[in-house]
């Protein structure tokens, strides 16, 4: 049960940071009393304007940053099936290019993407929905991360291809989020394609009957 009612209104699209969109989506999903799962943690910025004393937050991360930080990939948290609240992914959605980017200092994408293509990403993601998926107990809420992209100057709709991998594994559309993120810098002199500067967080629910078999 949300905040409805109680004044505490929440909106789809949110300008500023990941800390700023999860205090969003806390008025509607509280994660109080809850155990949460952070299969990419990260720096755990998402998590720096709510009150983390009221849940219970398990951290995980490929490349942890803090030792409080349990190392694991997303495809394979060391935790039983159905033994959580909410699960929450933010992977690398950018391909790895050989180089340092401007999203090496939140992602860390030379230790946890390295080598990896498009084509590999979207497998990541989908290894992670299946994981995520294991780990919610029935009517447990998976949250996703994610952005679209133009890359070899294709568009890329992560969000769209996230969407059908839930579905597939029997996780319903809950809500969406949008994260409105200032204005980038645009590296090309002749643009071809608008600039994104803005990312999806995706909320599905799993159904009761979903994932008896893993």
Same mark, same amino acid.
């Given at each position: 049960?949300?905040?409805?009612?109680?004044?505490?209104?929440?909106?789809?699209?949110?300008?500023?940071?990941?800390?700023? %969109?999860?205090?969003?989506?806390?008025?509607?999903?509280?994660?109080?009393?809850?155990?949460?799962?952070?299969?990419?943690?990260?720096?755990?910025?998402?998590?720096?304007?709510?009150?983390?004393?009221?849940?219970?937050?398990?951290?995980?991360?490929?490349?942890?940053?803090?030792?409080?930080?349990?190392?694991?990939?997303?495809?394979?948290?060391?935790?039983?099936?159905?033994?959580?609240?909410?699960?929450?992914?933010?992977?690398?959605?950018?391909?790895?290019?050989?180089?340092?980017?401007?999203?090496?200092?939140?992602?860390?994408?030379?230790?946890?993407?390295?080598?990896?293509?498009?084509?590999?990403?979207?497998?990541?993601?989908?290894?992670?929905?299946?994981?995520?998926?294991? %780990?919610?107990?029935?009517?447990?809420?998976?949250?996703?991360?994610?952005?679209?992209?133009?890359?070899?100057?294709?568009?890329?709709?992560?969000?769209?291809?996230?969407?059908?991998?839930?579905?597939?594994?029997?996780?319903?559309?809950?809500?969406?989020?949008?994260?409105?993120?200032?204005?980038?810098?645009?590296?090309?002199?002749?643009?071809?394609?608008?600039?994104?500067?803005?990312?999806?967080?995706?909320?599905?629910?799993?159904?009761?009957?979903?994932?008896?078999?893993?």
């Amino acid at each position: 049960m949300g905040y409805e009612g109680l004044g505490m209104k929440a909106y789809t699209c949110v300008c500023g940071n990941n800390a700023d %969109l999860f205090a969003e989506v806390d008025k509607i999903y509280p994660f109080a009393g809850k155990t949460v799962v952070d299969a990419t943690y990260g720096k755990g910025i998402f998590w720096r304007k709510l009150d983390m004393t009221t849940f219970n937050l398990i951290p995980f991360d490929i490349a942890p940053r803090f030792v409080y930080v349990r190392q694991a990939d997303l495809r394979e948290i060391p935790l039983e099936n159905e033994s959580v609240d909410v699960v929450v992914l933010d992977p690398p959605y950018k391909p790895d290019a050989g180089k340092t980017t401007l999203h090496e200092g939140t992602y860390k994408n030379r230790e946890t993407t390295k080598g990896m293509n498009y084509e590999a990403l979207k497998a990541l993601y989908g290894d992670g929905i299946k994981e995520g998926g294991r %780990l919610l107990k029935p009517c447990g809420l998976l949250m996703v991360k994610c952005q679209d992209l133009v890359h070899s100057g294709k568009q890329h709709r992560s969000s769209i291809y996230i969407w059908s991998v839930a579905a597939h594994y029997g996780l319903d559309d809950q809500d969406q989020f949008i994260l409105c993120n200032g204005r980038p810098p645009i590296q090309h002199k002749k643009q071809k394609h608008a600039r994104k500067n803005h990312s999806v967080l995706w909320v599905f629910k799993k159904g009761k009957n979903a994932w008896k078999e893993y």
